[in-house]
């Protein structure tokens, strides 16, 4: 892998990638030679975003989700548009990463996530949604929960931790509305990311979004359970 600065395109393997579709997430394995420019990236998730309104759709999100997966790293970041995109980085937070929504419709957005060193985002949900990351440069640990049914006998939610990876150039990793949707991302180095949320963001559910803070110890020595308490800030008080 060619070391690069952070303001440069990253190459890999000509700028394409190519994975082998499988879940929860998965790594950079051969060359594709089917690379997809940005507005063909874009074209064809707007098709498969259709499936959102689906009879389907709710049990069908990890096949939705894949099909995303295998967009993403199929992705050419040699592409004008997102050699822009990268180039016009700037470390506005200073304790928060850039997070910049580069393409938004009512059915789906994208956005490219720049992470300082050490800089996190907490744990968060996606409410009625469902997400796809590939990283593109850097490295990151990124821990996914599930929300029980159940709450604690403190009435608060119970998280079940589903994994934990530590991401690199070429990896991905997917969400859907019951499956690892609340996570939170830690980079140990300066780290880029592109994502796609199907449905975006919206007044609806960035109202609903909330942020966890989960205790030290496991719940009532159940293995990988903990209660949480949910704020609407990512910095806790």
Known sequence: MPLITRRKVIQLSGGTLAVAATLPYTSLLAESKDSLGWDGFLKTCESLSEAQFEDNWTTNQDDYTKKIEQLLVRLNLEDEKIVEFIDSYNNYNTRFPEIRTIHRKTEFQ???LEFEAEEKIPLHDHPDMTGV??????????????KLTETSENDLPLLKKERNLTMTPGMTATLTVNRGNIHELHAKEFTRMIDVFTPPYNRDRS??????WISEDVYDDRTDTFEAEMTRSPFRR
């Open 110 to 112: 994208v956005s490219l």
């Open 133 to 146: 990351v590939v990283c593109t440069h850097g490295e990151i640990e990124v821990t996914h929960y599930d």
């Open 207 to 212: 109202s609903r979004s909330r942020y966890y």
